[in-house]
């Protein structure tokens, strides 16, 4: 799975092709043993994470927002996703 970006330790991370499964864009954060789907506007629909990584990501996305939907529409095309800069 391509990885988008990374920072505190969470990889932020985007299946090609995955309107199969999900038809909401969304993205993967995982840290340690945990997983979540986040849509590109911030909210959790499945999986979970420890709040304080939790409330990162959601910073995060408020700063790359459009950036997620660029990459979502590139993955449904099969495109090279790039990356996104991580939360300092």
């Known amino acids: 799975m391509p990885e988008l970006s990374r920072f505190h330790g ?6 090609f092709d995955d309107k199969k499964r999900h038809y909401k864009p969304h993205f993967h954060a995982v840290y ?11 909210i959790l629909f499945d999986g979970k994470l420890p709040h304080r990584q939790m409330k990162l990501v959601e910073a995060w996305v408020l700063l790359h927002e459009d950036e997620l939907y660029e990459a979502w529409y590139k993955a449904v095309r099969k495109e090279d996703l790039g990356k996104i ?4």
Do not use: F, K
């Not at 969470?10 to 299946?15: E, L, S």
């Not at 340690?32 to 911030?42: H, L, R």
């Not at 800069?85 to 300092?88: G, N, T």
């Open 10 to 15: 969470i990889a932020i991370q985007m299946y």
């Open 32 to 42: 340690a043993e945990y997983d979540a789907s986040i849509g590109v506007d911030g």
């Open 85 to 88: 800069e991580p939360l300092r």
